[in-house]
Nanobody, 120 residues
Framework: VQLVESGGGLVQPGGSLRLSCAAS????????LGWFRQPPGKQRELVAT???????NYADSVKGRFTISRDNSKNMVYLQMHSLKPADTAVYYC???????????????WGQGTQVTVSS
């Protein structure tokens, strides 16, 4: 199983970016998908999650600015980011609870990360 993020880059304060994450490989089902980020010199932190039923959860720092969504038919999860701030600068990671075969447990999988830099 692989998770691959895309869509990062350099954006000015107040701008927008859309991150995508594609899950591929031997996948039977996917439960919760999420986005995490690691700012420079800091620990990795939760940004947003979406369950298999579509319930979402957001860090307080991004509520009202970021939107997480998923496309179950494509095994994709997205993070739409608006009103970006320099404090949003970080490496953004995709995470998924994925089951490879029926009857097996769900395991955590992580992507390699994509850099988002918010700067003028």
């Amino acid at each position: 199983v692989q998770l691959v993020e895309s869509g990062g880059g350099l954006v000015q304060p107040g701008g927008s970016l859309r991150l995508s994450c594609a899950a591929s490989g031997s996948i039977f089902s996917i439960n919760t998908l999420g986005w995490f980020r690691q700012p420079p010199g800091k620990q990795r932190e939760l940004v947003a999650t979406v369950t298999g039923d579509g319930d979402t959860n957001y860090a307080d720092s991004v509520k009202g600015r970021f939107t997480i969504s998923r496309d179950n038919s494509k095994n994709m999860v997205y993070l739409q980011m608006h009103s970006l701030k320099p404090a949003d600068t970080a490496v953004y990671y995709c995470r998924g609870d994925i089951r490879e075969k029926w009857g097996e447990a769900y395991y955590d999988y992580w992507g390699q990360g994509t850099q988002v830099t918010v700067s003028s």
